[in-house]
């Protein structure tokens, strides 16, 4: 199982960095994607940054059950934007949210599969709560060390 939670966790966050790196970078894909989205680009740059860190928490395995609930939290909200977006230049948004679900339902399977495949959400949750205190605290730690 530790080998099916490193490919999952491995595809889906290379997924989302090529994704947010070629917004970031591409001025033109992120003017396209804000049109469509009717939202502004900054936005695009925001949701962007934060797929980058849950992909670098997908890539370390210490904090990947966060990145996967990261990711599924993410895609369901894409697929919202998708479903309210407007279509521009011959492309529907629409179209996108079963992709979407499924990039959900890989985050949600790599979390649970990182946490030892509880039993229960509230398991699953409590997990994630651990790797983000720890995560906050090694971010307090870091912080700390270069002042």
């Given at each position: ?46 949701v962007s940054?934060?797929?980058?860190v ?86 307090a ?7």
């Amino acid at each position: 199982m530790k080998k099916l939670e490193w490919v999952l966790a491995v595809a889906l966050g290379a997924l989302l960095l090529v994704s947010a790196l070629g917004r970031i970078v591409s001025s033109d894909a992120r003017g396209d994607m804000s049109d469509a989205l009717n939202v502004p680009g900054w936005f695009l740059i925001l949701v962007s940054l934060w797929e980058i860190v849950i992909a670098i928490d997908l890539f370390l395995p210490r904090f990947r059950i966060l990145g996967g609930v990261g990711a599924a939290v993410t895609m369901i909200g894409a697929a919202l934007f998708n479903l309210l977006g407007d279509t521009v230049n011959d492309t529907n948004p629409r179209q996108f949210i079963p992709v979407n679900i499924v990039l959900a339902l890989v985050g949600l399977g790599v979390a649970w599969l990182a946490a030892g495949r509880p039993t229960s959400i509230g398991a699953l949750v409590s997990a994630a709560k651990q790797q983000l205190r720890g995560q906050i605290g090694e971010v307090a730690e870091t912080a700390a060390d270069l002042t």
